[in-house]
C-alpha cells in the first residue's frame, strides 16, 4: 500500500505505525498527534467520526484512546513515539489483529 498522511498532522505515516496491515476499514490512530483514523478504499486516512468511534465495541475503543493518550504524551514530552515506553506499548496493543478486521 501507498503511505498515507495524517488527516491531523499530514504526518506521513509508513509501515512501522501499523498501516503495512491495513485494510480498508481498518482503524489506525496517528503515533505523532493522536488522531483517530480510518482506512478509505483507496488508502488514504480519514478521521474518525464521533458517531463511528461510539459504534465501535468498548475494548476496542478503550484501546484507541490508551494508545492516543500515549501518543500524545510522548508528543509532549517531545519523545519520538518509537523510543516512549509506554507509546510502544500502546501501539502494540493497538496492532493485535482484532483491530484490523480486514486483515488476515
Ligand atoms: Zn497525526
Do not use: N
Not at 14 to 31: D, E, F, K, W, Y
Not at 72 to 94: E, I, Q, V, W
Amino acid at each position: 500500500m501507498p503511505p498515507a498522511q495524517c488527516p491531523d498532522c499530514w504526518t506521513t505515516l509508513t509501515g512501522a505505525t501499523g498501516a503495512s496491515q491495513a485494510r480498508p476499514g481498518s482503524l489506525s490512530v496517528c503515533v505523532y498527534c493522536g488522531c483517530l483514523m480510518k482506512f478509505m478504499p483507496d488508502y488514504s486516512l480519514e478521521r474518525l467520526s464521533k458517531a463511528e468511534f461510539a459504534a465501535l465495541p468498548q475494548d476496542i475503543r478503550e484501546r484507541l484512546l490508551e494508545a492516543q493518550r500515549a501518543f500524545r504524551a510522548a508528543r509532549d514530552s517531545k519523545t519520538h513515539p518509537t523510543k516512549d515506553k509506554a507509546a510502544t506499548k500502546a501501539l502494540a496493543r493497538l496492532l493485535y489483529p482484532r483491530l484490523f478486521p480486514g486483515s488476515k
